[in-house]
């Protein structure tokens, strides 16, 4: 794998560990749903500008119907994720999610009839220990109320993974951007009443912060999607981590956010756990 495809990886991890920070701020000053819907129209927004600039072919029927397929799925996935970082350090949430790829091997074999070995297992035990010595301090009540947060944390990597599960069987088939398109207007399209609902008045700093945050969603699917198309995903596996150093920059700087020492322990041993497995 050359470095410029590391850095690609790397970059694309930057861009979407900022997409989130950008929405937790925004999540202090609008309703949830809310500012989950306006985190999809602006996503879809871009993407539109990109199919028109990059002119993908049409979408088969197949396709069509696997992208329709991940709409709600998507919408689960990055509600619960987005819940969990509005009441969690940014940090603590993307640890949590990292459980995704064990999740994934052990779906990939109760759905797809794929080897389920011991590793998978072992990534398990190491997946649970790593959760639990996160989590301890919150279950003793050491640290003020957060259960939902890790409860939609948790949700939200076991639906990544289903998500993944059913990208398999279109991303080799599909350009990038028409799945992109897919997962970004779908998702909007489905909170515009919910949103409609609970919407508030916004200036136009929030509609900037909100268009940055799609900026960033789609460029870092993008960059994240190229890299992966050019090397074997177990080899940028570990770039996935980086996520970590991000979340615990941004969290600082941005809300004053100083995760717990349990945080980084338990992330050691969820990400030896998610290694192993995309080493097999």
């Known amino acids: ?9 790397a970059l694309g991890i930057a861009l979407l560990t900022g997409m989130d920070a950008v929405i937790k701020g925004q999540m202090h000053h609008h309703p949830f749903v809310l500012a989950l ?29 696997g992208n329709l ?35 994934v091997a052990l779906l990939g074999g109760l759905l797809l009839k794929e080897r389920i070995d011991r ?6 035990a190491f997946g649970i220990a790593g959760m639990l010595v996160m989590v301890w301090p919150r279950l003793q009540g050491h640290v003020s109320g957060a259960s939902l947060g890790v409860a939609a944390a948790l949700f939200s990597a076991v639906s990544y993974a289903f998500n993944l599960i059913l990208l398999r069987s279109i991303a080799t088939r599909e350009h990038p951007t028409v799945i992109v398109a897919f997962q970004n207007i779908g ?71 100083v995760p717990l020492y349990t945080t980084y322990a338990g992330a050691l041993l969820i990400v030896a756990g998610a290694f192993a497995v995309s080493r097999r």
């Not at 590793?119 to 398990?124: K, N, S, T």
């Open 1 to 9: 794998m050359s470095l410029s495809i590391a850095l690609r990886a």
């Open 37 to 65: 819907f306006m985190r999809f129209l602006m996503g879809g927004l871009c993407a539109l500008i990109v199919l028109v600039i990059v002119r993908p072919g049409r979408p088969t029927r197949a396709s069509l119907i």
């Open 69 to 103: 397929a991940r709409i709600p799925l998507v919408v689960l996935t990055a509600g619960s994720f987005f819940y969990s970082i509005s009441v969690l350090p940014l940090a603590e949430a993307l640890t949590l999610s990292f459980l995704a790829p064990v999740f």
């Open 119 to 124: 590793q998978v297992l072992q990534a398990l």
């Open 187 to 257: 998702p909007a399209l489905c909170l515009a009443v919910p949103a409609a609902s609970v919407f508030v008045p916004m200036g136009l700093s929030d509609l900037a912060a909100y268009l940055f945050a799609g900026v960033l969603g789609v460029a870092g699917h993008l960059t994240l999607t190229s890299a992966y198309a050019k090397a074997a995903a177990a080899r940028l596996a570990a770039i996935e981590y980086t996520a970590l150093v991000w979340a615990s920059l941004l969290g600082f700087f941005f809300f004053g956010e």
